[in-house]
Nanobody, 110 residues
Framework: VQLVESGGGLVQAGGSLRLSCAAS????????MAWYRQAPGKQRELVAR???????NYAGSVKGRFTISRDNAKDTMYLQMNSLKPEDTAVYYC?????WGQGTQVTVAS
């Protein structure tokens, strides 16, 4: 499996971004996938997770603001991020079955 993230960038506080994670491999539709993030000087933390059947769970800090979804036909997972805060600034990674993408930088300016 190979994963490629995109969609990061610089946004003002209160703004929105949508991250994408494109996966290769026919197992995509069966596997749980997740978004993690790592801010400078901090440990990598789980942001959101989605199972193969679409069940989701979120970190408390993003619940109500972020939405994880997947399109199995396109082998792609998404993270819609709304009402962004400066503390959301981090490198965001997608992961499935122990494989990690290269990460995409999200910077939220105050």
């Amino acid at each position: 499996v190979q994963l490629v993230e995109s969609g990061g960038g610089l946004v003002q506080a209160g703004g929105s971004l949508r991250l994408s994670c494109a996966a290769s491999g026919s197992i995509f539709s069966l596997a749980a996938m997740a978004w993690y993030r790592q801010a400078p000087g901090k440990q990598r933390e789980l942001v959101a997770r989605i199972t193969g059947d679409g069940s989701t769970n979120y970190a408390g800090s993003v619940k109500g603001r972020f939405t994880i979804s997947r399109d199995n036909a396109k082998d792609t997972m998404y993270l819609q991020m709304n009402s962004l805060k400066p503390e959301d600034t981090a490198v965001y990674y997608c992961t499935v079955l122990g494989t990690w993408g290269q990460g995409t930088q999200v910077t939220v300016a105050s």
